[in-house]
């Protein structure tokens, strides 16, 4: 999950973290620091994706439909739309 984030909410979540290494992570981009939007209700969550109205790359369809939970690899699981990386294959789980 830290070498690799595949949903966009937690690539920002760990793009919240302050470093104090010189050289961060790839993955990690300045202007994703900040994170925006409203913060979901635990008590009345949003329609759709519950991270939608903070994640950057939510569209219409993550406040219609709830996304389905896919492997990303051996112990890797995420429920995106868009995810930042390829699914794994069903054949393989990897």
Known sequence: MFDRPHHPYT???LASIPSLDPCPEPWVKADDSVMHGELPSPMNPPS????????PLAQERC????PALRSFGEGHRAACHFPLWPAASADTGR
């Open 11 to 13: 690539e920002a979540l």
């Open 48 to 55: 759709g994706c519950p991270f939608r109205t903070r994640c």
């Open 63 to 66: 406040a219609v439909e709830k």
